[in-house]
């Protein structure tokens, strides 16, 4: 079975400064997709980037940008000039692009607070 | 605007009194599926279906149905809900399964079991 392990349950950062998120995850599956989602007060969960096991580049979008080591299974957030509205829940998600069913694999998720 | 849409937002009902929680979804996915959120065990899958008429248990599916009419909608059954279902629900859809796309969420349905 698939697992997914975020370390940091609280993590705060200083406005306008830059934070990274861990998160590693467990698999014998070789394709495969990894998410970042953020969840904030209202409690939405929205996409904040996708990356493909297959590509060896990291995913990047906008001020948020993932470290993704494949053979270390380690998937990292990082968010480069912090926001107040970064604030939120940051959950990291695993998908198999096996065929059937497999779900999103949630890690607990890590709290961000966004410090002015 | 593409979006999923839960309803409703909040509930607080009582052990055993049926309740329906509704998912819309407006991108012609084929693909949906209901996750609840707990504190410290993140979001775990209850039921997805792959397409209209086709849907099959997830992770935690005990005390839960759902059904598959249209394609736009997914709704969740609880049937005779206890206090241990009282969590957060969500939502998802994605135009199908096992390809690049990404699951879009609903603002979630806050449920409390009294």
């Known amino acids: 079975a698939q697992t997914v392990t975020q370390s940091q349950p609280e993590m705060s950062v200083q406005e306008a400064e830059t934070v990274t998120l861990s998160c590693t995850y467990d698999t014998s599956e070789n394709n495969y997709y990894l998410f970042w989602y953020k969840q904030p007060p209202s409690r939405q969960m929205i996409l904040v980037i996708r990356?493909?096991?297959?590509?060896?580049q990291n995913a990047t979008e906008n001020r948020f940008s993932v470290n993704f080591q494949k053979a270390a299974k380690s998937f990292s957030l990082k968010i480069s000039d912090s926001q107040l509205g970064d604030t939120a829940m940051y959950f990291c998600a695993f998908m198999p692009t096996s065929s059937g069913n497999t779900p999103l694999v949630f890690g607990k998720g890590t709290r961000l607070s966004v410090i002015a | 605007e593409a979006q999923v849409t839960q309803n409703p937002r909040y509930l607080i009902t009582v052990t055993g009194k049926k309740l329906t929680v509704t998912c819309s979804q407006n991108?012609?996915?084929?693909?949906m599926s209901w996750y609840r959120q707990d504190p410290g065990l993140g979001l775990r899958q209850i039921y997805y279906s792959m397409n209209v008429e086709v849907t099959d248990k997830g992770d935690v599916p005990e005390g839960y149905k759902v059904s598959r009419k249209e394609k736009r909608n997914f709704p969740l059954i609880l049937e005779s809900p206890s206090p241990n279902q009282t969590s957060l629900y969500f939502c998802?859809?994605?135009?199908?399964?096992?390809?690049?796309?990404?699951?879009?969420f609903g603002p979630g349905t806050r449920l409390t079991v009294l």
């Open positions: 990356q493909e096991a297959y590509k060896q």
């Open positions: 998802a859809s994605s135009l199908f399964r096992g390809t690049t796309d990404t699951q879009y």
């Open positions: 991108m012609n996915h084929e693909y």
